[in-house]
C-alpha cells in the first residue's frame, strides 16, 4: 500500500501542476477579478519611495491591542479611507522563475501525497473510480471553503477570484482523485477453483 501512495502521490501531484498550468495559462482562470493599478507609474513610484521593505501589507493599519481611543480611530479610518492589503517586493523580481514552478510542482505532489495517504485509509467504503475521485474533489472543495472563502471575507478578495480558484481546486483535485482510483483499484476477485 505504502508504494501505491508513494507513486500515486507523484503522478497526481503532476496532474495538479499540469491543470494548474493549463487553467492559469490556457483558460485565463488565474487572473479573474484582478486589475492592473490605475495610474500605475505614479502609484509605483509612490510606493519605491515609501515602502522599502517587503512585506505582507494591511493597510489601513491599527494597534489591536492599543486602547479603546486608538480602536476607536482606527475603525473610523478604516470606515472612511482606503483599506486593503498588499503584497510587496520593493525589488520585484522574475515573473516565475524555475525554483517557483519548482516549489509549486513540490507543494502539489506533497498535497497529493497527503490525498493518496486518505484515500487509501477510505478505501473500502468510496466505491469505483468515480467514487474515489469525488472524495479526493472534496479536499480541493475544503481548501476552497476554509481559504479562498475566508480570504473573500476578511481581506475583500474578490467573489469572482474566489469563485474561479474553489473551482479551480474542486477540478484539480478530482483529476488527482481519477488518477488515485486507479492506483487504488479493487483487485480482481480470484474465480473459485471448478
Same mark, same amino acid.
Given at each position: 500500500?505504502?508504494?501505491?501512495?508513494?507513486?500515486?502521490?507523484?503522478?497526481?501531484?503532476? $496532474?495538479?501542476? =499540469?491543470?494548474? /498550468?493549463?487553467?492559469?495559462?490556457? +483558460?485565463?482562470?488565474?487572473?479573474? *477579478?484582478?486589475? #492592473?493599478?490605475?495610474?500605475?507609474?505614479?502609484?509605483?513610484?509612490?510606493?519605491?519611495?515609501?515602502?522599502?521593505?517587503?512585506?505582507?501589507?494591511?493597510?489601513?493599519?491599527?494597534?489591536?491591542?492599543?486602547?479603546?481611543?486608538?480602536?476607536?480611530?482606527?475603525?473610523?479610518?478604516?470606515?472612511?479611507?482606503?483599506?486593503?492589503?498588499?503584497?510587496?517586493?520593493?525589488?520585484?523580481?522574475?515573473?516565475?522563475?524555475?525554483?517557483?514552478?519548482?516549489?509549486?510542482? $513540490?507543494?502539489? =505532489?506533497?498535497? /497529493?501525497?497527503?490525498?493518496?495517504? +486518505?484515500?487509501?485509509?477510505?478505501? *473500502?467504503?468510496? #466505491?469505483?473510480?468515480?467514487?474515489?475521485?469525488?472524495?479526493?474533489?472534496?479536499?480541493?472543495?475544503?481548501?476552497?471553503?476554509?481559504?479562498?472563502?475566508?480570504?473573500?471575507?476578511?481581506?475583500?478578495?474578490?467573489?469572482?477570484?474566489?469563485?474561479?480558484?474553489?473551482?479551480?481546486?474542486?477540478?484539480?483535485?478530482?483529476?488527482?482523485?481519477?488518477?488515485?482510483?486507479?492506483?487504488?483499484?479493487?483487485?480482481?476477485?480470484?474465480?473459485?477453483?471448478?
Amino acid at each position: 500500500m505504502g508504494k501505491k501512495i508513494v507513486l500515486g502521490g507523484i503522478v497526481a501531484g503532476i $496532474v495538479v501542476f =499540469i491543470w494548474g /498550468a493549463i487553467s492559469h495559462m490556457v +483558460l485565463g482562470m488565474g487572473d479573474e *477579478g484582478m486589475k #492592473g493599478l490605475p495610474n500605475e507609474e505614479t502609484v509605483l513610484s509612490a510606493l519605491s519611495t515609501n515602502v522599502t521593505e517587503p512585506g505582507f501589507y494591511f493597510f489601513p493599519w491599527g494597534d489591536m491591542q492599543g486602547s479603546k481611543e486608538q480602536m476607536d480611530a482606527w475603525k473610523e479610518k478604516y470606515r472612511t479611507s482606503p483599506a486593503g492589503i498588499m503584497i510587496y517586493k520593493p525589488q520585484g523580481g522574475e515573473m516565475m522563475p524555475p525554483s517557483m514552478l519548482i516549489t509549486e510542482l $513540490v507543494t502539489n =505532489i506533497l498535497a /497529493a501525497l497527503i490525498a493518496a495517504f +486518505l484515500l487509501s485509509k477510505a478505501f *473500502g467504503n468510496l #466505491g469505483g473510480l468515480f467514487g474515489k475521485a469525488v472524495f479526493v474533489a472534496l479536499f480541493g472543495l475544503f481548501a476552497g471553503v476554509e481559504i479562498d472563502l475566508s480570504y473573500w471575507n476578511w481581506y475583500g478578495f474578490p467573489t469572482s477570484y474566489t469563485l474561479s480558484y474553489i473551482v479551480q481546486h474542486v477540478i484539480g483535485w478530482f483529476l488527482a482523485g481519477l488518477v488515485l482510483g486507479f492506483f487504488f483499484k479493487k483487485p480482481a476477485m480470484s474465480q473459485p477453483a471448478t
